[in-house]
C-alpha cells in the first residue's frame, strides 16, 4: 500500500556533504514515522535517523548526531537525509523506510515499509 523511492546516492571524499530523497507514495496517511537505516557489506543493519509526520519530531544515533540531519516536506511526502562531514565509515547502502499508522520506532523490525536502497560510498 506504500511505496519508497529513494534517490540522492553517490561518490564523495571524506568530509563532504550528501542529501538523500526518499519519496512516498500510496496510503501514506496508514504511515507514522520515516527512518533513515544503512547497512554495510558483512554488518549489520543499523538505525540512522528518523522523523515522525504529525510533530515533526527526530531521532539520531549516536554515531551521526551532529553531522546528519533529517526534515521532511508533508505537502510532498518526501523525507530528506542532509549527511554533512561524510567519514569513510559512513559508506553503506542506505534504506529509507516507515512505519505502520500509530508507531515510533528505532529498530528495523518496527518498520514495514522498505525502499530499495542507495549506495553511498565516502572515500579517503
Known amino acids: 500500500q506504500v511505496q519508497l523511492v529513494e534517490s540522492g546516492g553517490g561518490l564523495v571524499q571524506a568530509g563532504g556533504s550528501l542529501r538523500l530523497s526518499c519519496a512516498a507514495s500510496?496510503?501514506?496517511?496508514?504511515?507514522?514515522?520515516m527512518g533513515w537505516f544503512r547497512q554495510a557489506p558483512g554488518k549489520e543493519r543499523e538505525f540512522v535517523a528518523a522523523?515522525?509526520?504529525?510533530?515533526?519530531?527526530?531521532f539520531y544515533s549516536d554515531s551521526v548526531k551532529g553531522r546528519f540531519t533529517i526534515s521532511r516536506d508533508n505537502a510532498k511526502s518526501t523525507v530528506f537525509l542532509l549527511m554533512n562531514s561524510l567519514k569513510p565509515e559512513d559508506t553503506a547502502v542506505y534504506y529509507c523506510a516507515a512505519t505502520r499508522a500509530g508507531v515510533i520506532s528505532l529498530i528495523q523490525q518496527g518498520y514495514a515499509y522498505w525502499g530499495q536502497g542507495t549506495q553511498v560510498t565516502v572515500s579517503s
Open positions: 500510496g496510503r501514506t496517511f496508514s504511515t507514522s514515522t
Open positions: 522523523i515522525t509526520w504529525r510533530d515533526g519530531k527526530t
